[in-house]
């Protein structure tokens, strides 16, 4: 009786690289531990209603997968000064058992405490980018990303690659040599491309920036084929295009499709991290990349009965929140900008998801609140502003950090250095063990992703 | 460029922040009254700029001038249709001041002749009559400002609640700061409430907006407020659907409806922090009335709606009883608008109160008392 009661949540925590995964899931975990205080979720109605009875981290289920270190994480947080946890590199996973007083019909009459198990799966936001390929074949990977590459700021950052692959013949064989040289100089293409002064997102195949555990297979070494000539189809078995496209077709079926077999089927919550402070930063090119990524990801992760996901990996995703990460580097006032942004840039994706029944919300957060709201006067009016520590400085500064749009910039507004979101330390946390780190709005995405469950 | 006009970082001094500061909440005064209004704070700048020290001077959060909007009556402030204006009767405005001045002034000179042709007669009676009128005067008088203070206080509160309508509506950050001052002031010195408010101080954090801080408000403090409200309408409830049931004659139903209505009303009003006096209540439940009078569509369709399928099983039984539940629902509706009326934060979530569980109540207490009545003559038969 008490088992079948229980309930269980998967929650996929889907984000690109650098959108602040890892925090995002500290902060999650850390919130609900401390949620006997109360305090800090106002807004999620276990915890506001008293219903909640406390939270553990329990043994995962599946037991070959290395756990989250949320110890690890947090400790990142509370050393004095504190420093931001480091960027995934692998996958993991962590369960957590959440006690409440059910509100069921039979339950509530037994008085009864159920427990809600929550999994939470952290992974390496470069791989997301590996979902779209599963519906391409080699050939069309090569036209997208021919095309892509005749852009700035790609043209530039690719020429050694460009210049190595224009050497080479698609219809001659290649030697082994060859093969990894050309998949060598593009890797590097892709690490300068990842690079924080052009901080494009849109970097396929995913395994090549983050391997994991593959460093150094055969299997990735492959690149594209840029200006692949149009009857490649004919070109004998041991030519350059077809061991490149052998290579390509192992990498989606035994790489991509195991990981998201393993690890996305049986998801039900789904939460789409999105920095877009960094990438309205970094200018027009990275941003419209980012939007790019997110879109073709959203596009793979179909949630309808026809997606793609759905076929191979019979995903049933029943909520989906859309979240802007680090709300707390603007003026609260802004919130609803950042929101209302996040809800332009996807608003197609967000429609089809919805459309197949799928609970849908956007919302602008701060899983780690590293600044303090304050106003001030700036020539005679009154001015809200952020104060905090920026990352890599000691001392505390105070800002309007300018405003962000709430429409898509056009290719006019990106001409002046118009944006330039400053980033934060993480606060001082080291004497934070009786109380949950502060944030922006975790309460509202936590009742949203768990609040019919419990 | 294209014409947005969007904004870039600017970097102030450390000395110039302000932050808001929760303690100063308890020290906010009526004074400061008439400053809040939504608004957004505006600047126009392109370039980065660092200020200096010296130049930046520091205004307190609180203190928003902004221009006052005129006040709109309540129940039409929800909408903004233009109301035309009725018809200019035909008596000119001074009539009744005239005929009221005209009555007291003739009273007065009645009470001087009549105080002087008893001198006249005997002084020692003079000089009684004359302090039994002075008494009436002085009881007259501080009735009089009694009435002036109710009336004070129940426009407060009714400036309190527009004020978080804007308030709610505009969906701003950082204005609603005075105005949950006052609701602080309003509830601090109540027993029982400080701890509710402190648990509302330390769950509000400087990211919520003034929606976000409302609904907390509304969580934290003003539930068990309504809890209780909604307790006494239904007891009241009970209480008119019984002596309705019960009363022989069709008048006494009148008058003690309208009794436990105006009581309830007060009641009400009393527990929000209106405290009204007999007199000002008299406003109060014309408000009451208008705001029933007003009541949507919709509502009255569902209430009726539910009394007509409802009903008609009770009136199978009998008309009277159906009688008194009905002047029971009719109460409970009236209690209900009147939580909606003197409620100082505006009801603005899916908390608002409504009367679908009363009917059930009173017709079970009804019942309860046809239930019990036989059994006590049937057991000593047995």
């Known amino acids: 009786m008490t088992r079948t009661l229980d309930r269980s949540v998967r929650l996929a925590v889907t984000g690109l690289s650098g959108s602040g995964k890892t925090v995002f899931i500290t902060s999650l975990i850390n919130q609900i531990l401390h949620g006997m205080e109360g305090e800090q979720l106002p807004f999620f109605e276990i915890v506001a209603a008293g219903r909640f009875q406390g939270a553990k981290i329990i043994d995962q289920t599946n037991l070959h997968v290395p756990a989250f270190r949320y110890d690890k994480a947090m400790q990142c947080l509370m050393v004095e000064p504190a420093i931001w946890p480091q960027a995934t590199s692998g996958i993991s996973e962590i369960r957590l058992a959440i006690r409440f007083k059910d509100q069921g019909m039979i339950a509530k009459r037994f008085d009864r405490v159920s427990t809600l198990y929550l999994d939470i799966i952290d992974y390496p936001g470069e791989w997301l980018l590996d979902l779209p390929l599963l519906d391409m074949t080699f050939a069309q990977w090569c036209q997208e990303l021919t095309e892509m590459c005749e852009q700035e700021p790609r043209v530039s950052l690719a020429q050694d690659w460009l210049a190595y692959m224009e050497k080479l013949d698609a219809a001659e064989p290649a030697s082994d040599e060859q093969l990894r040289e050309a998949a060598n100089l593009y890797t590097q293409f892709l690490f300068e491309t990842k690079k924080s002064e052009h901080g494009l997102s849109f970097l396929q195949p995913g395994r090549f920036t983050m391997p994991g555990d593959m460093k150094g297979a055969p299997v990735l070494e492959f690149c594209p084929i840029p200006h692949l000539p149009e009857q490649c189809a004919q070109f004998s078995k041991k030519s350059l295009f077809k061991v490149m496209e052998q290579r390509f077709e192992y990498y989606k079926n035994h790489v991509v499709k195991q990981f998201y077999a393993e690890y996305f089927s049986s998801f039900d919550r789904q939460i789409v991290l999105v920095d877009i402070l960094k990438a309205l930063n970094i200018g027009s090119g990275s941003f419209n990349d980012m939007r790019r990524s997110v879109e073709s990801v959203l596009k793979s992760f179909q949630y309808g009965k026809s997606g793609l996901f759905n076929r191979l990996f019979n995903v049933k995703i029943s909520k989906l929140l859309f979240a802007a990460t680090k709300a707390d580097h603007v003026t609260p006032n802004q919130l609803h900008h950042l929101e209302s942004f996040l809800k332009h840039m996807i608003s197609e994706s967000q429609n089809n998801i919805a459309f197949e029944g799928v609970a849908v919300d956007t919302m602008a957060l701060s899983s780690v609140k590293c600044t303090q709201a304050a106003t001030s006067r700036f020539q005679g009016q009154p001015i809200s502003c952020i104060k905090g520590v920026p990352k890599g400085d000691t001392k505390e500064v105070a800002l309007f950090p300018g405003e962000v749009p709430t429409e898509i910039p056009t290719q006019d507004d990106w001409l002046e250095e118009r944006f330039n979101f400053i980033e934060f330390r993480p606060p001082s946390l080291h004497d934070i063990k009786s109380k949950g780190v502060p944030h922006i709005r975790m309460d509202r995405a936590l009742q949203f992703l768990l609040g019919d469950k419990v | ?382």
């Open chain 2, 1 to 382: 460029m294209s014409n947005k006009n969007w904004k870039a970082p600017v970097f102030l001094d450390l000395a110039s922040l302000e932050e808001p500061n929760h303690d100063e909440w308890s020290q906010i005064t009526k004074t400061h009254h008439e400053v809040i209004q939504p608004r957004k704070t505006v600047a126009d700048f392109k370039q980065p700029v660092v200020l200096e020290a010296s130049s930046v001077t520091v205004e307190p959060v609180a203190v928003v001038v902004a221009p006052q909007t005129e006040v709109v009556d309540e129940f039409l402030a929800a909408d903004d249709v233009v109301v035309p204006e009725s018809k200019p009767s035909l008596t000119p405005d001074w009539v009744w001041p005239a005929v009221g001045a005209t009555i007291v002034v003739a009273m007065c000179l009645e009470i001087v002749f009549f105080l002087v042709g008893i001198f006249t007669e005997h002084f020692v009676l003079g000089v009684a009559y004359l302090g039994l009128f002075g008494a009436i005067f002085a009881a007259i008088a501080y009735a009089v400002r009694h009435y002036y203070d109710d009336i004070r206080r129940l426009s407060d509160i009714s400036e309190l609640r527009a004020k978080g309508e804007g308030l709610f509506q505009a969906n701003d950050f950082g204005q609603s700061h005075q105005y949950m001052g006052e609701l602080i002031n309003l509830y601090q010195a109540r027993p029982g409430m400080v701890h509710r408010l402190e648990k509302f101080v330390a769950k509000r954090s400087d990211s919520h907006s003034d929606r976000d801080t409302m609904l907390l408000f509304s969580e934290n403090v003003m539930k068990p407020l309504d809890a209780k409200a909604y307790e006494i309408t239904v007891k009241r409830s009970k209480e008119t659907a019984l002596m309705v049931v019960l009363s022989p004659f069709a008048f006494l139903d009148v008058i003690l409806t309208l009794w436990r209505n105006i009581r309830l009303i007060r009641d009400i009003a009393s527990l929000y922090g209106g405290r009204p006096g007999f007199l000002s209540s008299m406003g109060l439940i014309k408000k009451v009335l208008q705001s029933l009078a007003y009541a949507e569509v919709g509502e009255l369709l569902a209430d009726s709606a539910a009394e007509t399928v409802g009903g008609s099983l009770v009136a199978a039984l009998s008309t009277h009883i159906a009688h008194g539940v009905g002047s029971g629902v009719m109460t409970a509706r009236v209690g209900v608008h009147a939580m909606k009326i003197c409620r100082p934060m505006p009801f603005v979530q899916n908390d608002q109160p409504s009367i679908k569980g009363v009917r059930k109540a009173i017709i079970t207490s009804v019942k309860g008392v046809f239930d019990k009545e036989p059994s006590k003559y049937a057991e000593p038969q047995v």
